[in-house]
């Protein structure tokens, strides 16, 4: 024999109506004495957070060891032999790349590519949202009032 969902619950909302009792005499006063005692009494304080002192403490700890090692050990530029002047001439070398790496580059890709298609694409694209930018505020935001002429003040 099957049932439904439907008479489980009436059956058991059947048998709580029948198993339920009243209530002890002066079961209403003990419940809000309870109640009222309870409000009454302070809140326990929360034990101070020791681990996440001793997290932190320890965190910044190791930063610092670490710092100091790494200071310590790390060879200045007089024991790997690099003069000042080297110093220099490496970063104007390296600042100078990117423009001698394009000037090579540039002619012969643009011998290749001819009318470059995906920046004609991405111009295409551009005017396109341009154009729908523009439609949109046309039809839906509301007219500018018009412009005052500076001569009528």
Request: hydrophobic share 45%; proline share 10%; charged share 15%.
């Amino acid at each position: 024999m099957k049932t439904t969902p439907h008479e489980l619950e009436a059956a058991l909302r059947h048998d709580a109506a029948a198993q339920r009792g009243e209530p002890s005499p002066g079961f209403a006063a003990r419940l809000q004495r309870a109640v009222h005692t309870a409000a009454a009494q302070p809140a326990p304080a929360a034990p101070a957070p020791r681990f996440r002192f001793f997290l932190v403490g320890g965190s910044l700890a190791t930063a610092l060891l670490l710092a100091a090692v790494v200071l310590t050990r790390l060879p200045s530029r007089s024991d790997l032999g690099i003069s000042d002047s080297d110093t220099a001439a490496l970063v104007a070398g390296a600042r100078a790349l990117p423009g001698q790496v394009w000037s090579t580059i540039e002619p012969e890709t643009s011998a290749v590519l001819g009318p470059q298609p995906l920046q004609t694409e991405a111009n295409a694209i551009a005017a396109d949202a341009r154009s729908a930018v523009s439609f949109l505020a046309l039809n839906f935001l509301p007219n500018p009032p018009p412009a005052r002429d500076s001569r009528n003040g």
